[in-house]
Structure formats: structure tokens, C-alpha cells
């Protein structure tokens, strides 16, 4: 009876050999993702407006761009058959353009797009540096170096807020271009409307001056004083261009085409400068709709 046992044994261990084994076999095969097709249009129509380039750099850029721009979004996985390329009568034309259709693409002025540009679809703006991934110029309010803006700036670093009497008693020197309108967004958001014009003692200048040295109140744009102490406030980004896309065109909206029109644009800025200027910079920084709503305030305000 005992060998007869240990043989059954035996015989139930060898059964259960290869099941114990399995584990060391081949492991499964991963499958990868199918690769995405390719995006493919048959023209996609651009639209420039006349800006500060001047006409031979405009000209010579809607020359480039129906070269360069199709092979540049190839490499982007989106096939386009030809760009073409015009110039708007002006901004507004061209916003009426991109919201009728008669245009797939418009490039406009940030201050037009904010007015006019109605359902159209903000898709780029201008990188403000190199490699930025976010466009858009701040304004920084910061307390100068007078007496009295060494008080402001206590008052600020107490998390007090101040009030618009103390701000309207102060001199303001206001430095930059057109971001400088931020500047009464702020102002206005904060004090019953009032901006940049209804304070007493304001001074402009496009760059830094003497005059900063009598100033209680300084608004300067933020890359130029990136760390600065004594900030009393920091206003919305002010963009001065934007790229945006036919409402009624659902594959112009999509995030892959942005991305894809973004790589291929920092690649033809990069081979020809005169698109870069015509376009008004290096289009490469995304752009929410719901991030000008700051411009759309300021249109209110007429500036």
C-alpha cells in the first residue's frame, strides 16, 4: 500500500509540473497605439494685415509663406495642399473676413480681434521671448522711490488695500507702448471704473527716463523689472497680435492643429525673418479665448 501511495505521488507532481512553469513563458506582446492619420486639407487661406512691416518685408512674406508653410506643417503630420495668402483692405476687413469664411486664418491686432473679432477662434500669439511658452506683455504698478511711495509700498506690504484717493494723490510716471492701456484695465477694476485719465499727476514716456526718480507711482512693463520690490499691483497680459481661425471650421479649433500650426510657424520664422515681422512675431504662444477678456474690457474703456 505504501509504494502504491508514493507512486500516486510521484505522479500528481509530474502532473503539475508544466502548470507551475507557465509563468516563465513568453511574455504577451504590448501593441502600440495606431499612429494618428494625417490631417489634410486641400487649401487653407491666411489672411495678414498691414502692421509695422513695411511693404517690401510684407511682400516678400506672402511670397515665402505658400512655400514654406506647407512643408513645415507636412513635418507636423498635416498635409495642405496650397496656402494662399492675401492682405486684408485693414483690420477690420480682415475680422469681417474670418467671420464670414472668406478666410481660414487671420492675423489681426489684438486690440481689433478684442472689438471685432466676434465668434472667431484666438488660436496663437506672439512669444515674447525666445522659446516662451506663454504670450502676452504685464504691467507692473510699483511704488517709486520718493517719500511718499516708500509709504505706498508699507501700505501695500501690509495687504492693506489702497484706496483711490491715495493712488490720485501720488505722481504716476507710466513707461511702454500700447500694454500700457492694461494699466487702466486695472485701475478701473478695482476703482469704480476710473483709469490712467482720471488721475491728477500722470506722465508718459515709451522708455525709461530721469523722471522715474520724482515718481511716487511707476507702471513699467513686467519683463523689464522681473523681481522688482515694493509691487503694488500687476495688471492682465496685453496682447498685441493674434492668429485666430474661422468659427465654422471645426478642424481649425482642434488643439492638435494649433500645436501643429505653432511648430510649423517657429520653423518658417526661423528660416525667413521677414514672416516673422510681417506676422508681428513669432506666433508660437497658445491663446485661450477667455484670456482676452482683459482686452475686451479695455476696448470698453477706449483704451
Known amino acids: 500500500m505504501r509504494k502504491r501511495t508514493t507512486l500516486l505521488v510521484a505522479l500528481l507532481a509530474l502532473a503539475l509540473l508544466p502548470a507551475c512553469g507557465q509563468g516563465s513563458g513568453p511574455e504577451p506582446s504590448v501593441q502600440e497605439p495606431p499612429a494618428r492619420e494625417e490631417m489634410q486639407r486641400e487649401t487653407l487661406r491666411l489672411e495678414l494685415t498691414r502692421?509695422?512691416?513695411?511693404?517690401?518685408?510684407?511682400?516678400?512674406?506672402?511670397?515665402?509663406?505658400?512655400?514654406?508653410?506647407?512643408?513645415?506643417?507636412?513635418?507636423?503630420?498635416?498635409?495642405?495642399?496650397?496656402?494662399?495668402?492675401?492682405?486684408g483692405a485693414s483690420p477690420a476687413a480682415s475680422a469681417q473676413a474670418l467671420n464670414d469664411g472668406s478666410v481660414d486664418l487671420a492675423v489681426l491686432p489684438g486690440t481689433v480681434f478684442a472689438e471685432l473679432g466676434g465668434e472667431a477662434v484666438p488660436l496663437l500669439t506672439a512669444?515674447?521671448?525666445?522659446?516662451?511658452?506663454?504670450?502676452?506683455?504685464?504691467?507692473?504698478?510699483?511704488?517709486?522711490?520718493?517719500?511718499y511711495g516708500c509709504q505706498l509700498?508699507?501700505?501695500?506690504?501690509?495687504?492693506?488695500?489702497?484706496?483711490?484717493?491715495?493712488?490720485?494723490?501720488?505722481?504716476?510716471?507710466?513707461?511702454?507702448?500700447?500694454?500700457?492701456?492694461?494699466?487702466?484695465?486695472?485701475l478701473a477694476d478695482r476703482y469704480e471704473g476710473n483709469t490712467l485719465s482720471d488721475l491728477s499727476?500722470?506722465?508718459?514716456?515709451?522708455?525709461?527716463?530721469?523722471?522715474?526718480?520724482?515718481?511716487d507711482v511707476l507702471a513699467v512693463p513686467a519683463d523689464t523689472r522681473e523681481g522688482a520690490d515694493g509691487v503694488i499691483g500687476e495688471t492682465e497680459p496685453y496682447y498685441s497680435v493674434i492668429l485666430a481661425a474661422w468659427p465654422d471650421d471645426d478642424e481649425l479649433k482642434t488643439e492638435r492643429f494649433r500645436d501643429a500650426l505653432s511648430a510649423a510657424l517657429a520653423q518658417v520664422c526661423g528660416q525667413d525673418a521677414s514672416v516673422r515681422d510681417a506676422l508681428g512675431g513669432a506666433l508660437t504662444a497658445p491663446v485661450e479665448d477667455d484670456a482676452l477678456n482683459a482686452m475686451r474690457r479695455l476696448a470698453t474703456l477706449g483704451g
Open 51 to 87: 502692421s509695422a512691416a513695411d511693404e517690401d518685408t510684407l511682400m516678400q512674406a506672402l511670397r515665402m509663406l505658400p512655400e514654406l508653410l506647407p512643408a513645415a506643417l507636412a513635418e507636423q503630420g498635416v498635409a495642405v495642399g496650397r496656402v494662399e495668402t492675401t492682405v
Open 127 to 147: 512669444a515674447e521671448t525666445a522659446g516662451a511658452e506663454a504670450g502676452g506683455r504685464r504691467m507692473l504698478l510699483l511704488a517709486g522711490p520718493t517719500e
Open 153 to 186: 509700498s508699507a501700505r501695500a506690504a501690509s495687504d492693506t488695500p489702497l484706496t483711490w484717493d491715495e493712488l490720485n494723490r501720488a505722481a504716476w510716471s507710466v513707461i511702454g507702448g500700447e500694454e500700457r492701456g492694461m494699466v487702466s484695465v486695472w
Open 201 to 215: 499727476r500722470v506722465t508718459y514716456a515709451e522708455t525709461d527716463g530721469d523722471g522715474e526718480s520724482a515718481a
